[in-house]
């Protein structure tokens, strides 16, 4: 299967640690997009990579948050000193910079809890 | 800016009953328009989009949409509900990224 890989699915912390997230997008999409999902809500932009850069920020991307895509394959999203606030689904999607509006493929998923 | 207003949080049908779910979106340009699928504790899957080709749309499962830019609208129709596809619902516009609705829970009663 070559479609979008979110690990871990599923990570419970306690309130103030760090947690790090990983996402493989598909491997020819150069663009890679970070959502957050709270219950009962849509998925809300929090950022996108095209290649190695961050070209966009939402104003939701607090300073605790922080995402990176080093070698512009794969990305990390790292929460520091997490808040109960925080507790949601966080989804990774990929496309291609041609097709971007036109196509997107997401991940399963990674369901952060924190205690 | 664009969006999307999805038309009631949470819709019930009985099995076999037409399924209708609600999109209207904002655009200053023309939109490109999404309908994606979420089964619990999963990722989204994509039912359809409307890319400027084709007003009415197919999708999977046996979803359709149409768009309708005079009311604005993508609405969601299947015209006989199975117990399957009881899930959330998202409607999106695409600019440089998916801007997404705030969903509807649809219930399939037998």
């Known amino acids: 299967d070559t479609g979008v890989s979110q690990n871990p699915r599923h990570k419970i912390t306690k309130r103030g640690q760090n947690v790090t997230f990983r996402c493989d997008p598909i491997s020819e999409h150069n663009r890679l997009y970070w959502y957050r999902q709270t219950l009962g809500q849509g998925p809300e932009f929090l950022t996108y990579f095209q290649n190695e850069a961050q070209l966009e920020k939402s104003r939701l991307l607090s300073d605790r948050f922080s995402a990176e895509r080093p070698k512009g394959s794969f990305s990390t999203l790292e929460i520091q000193r997490t808040e109960q606030g925080d507790s949601a689904m966080y989804l990774c999607a990929s496309s291609h910079r041609d097709r971007s509006r036109t196509e997107a493929f997401f991940g399963q998923g990674t369901r952060l809890t924190v205690v | 800016a664009q969006s999307v207003t999805q038309l009631g949080s949470h819709v019930s049908v009985s099995e076999g009953a037409l399924v209708l779910l609600r999109c209207n979106y904002s655009?200053?340009?023309?939109?490109?328009l999404f309908w994606y699928v979420q089964y619990p504790n999963q990722g989204l899957q994509l039912l359809l989009k409307?890319?400027?080709?084709?007003?009415l749309v197919k999708g999977i499962n046996g979803f359709e949409a149409e768009f309708k830019k005079s009311e604005t609208s993508f609405h969601l129709t299947k015209p006989s509900a199975h117990m399957s596809d009881a899930a959330e619902y998202f409607c999106a516009v695409s600019t440089d990224k998916l801007i997404f609705g705030t969903g509807t829970r649809l219930q399939v009663f037998p």
């Open positions: 409307y890319t400027s080709a084709a007003t």
């Open positions: 655009s200053s340009v023309p939109p490109y």
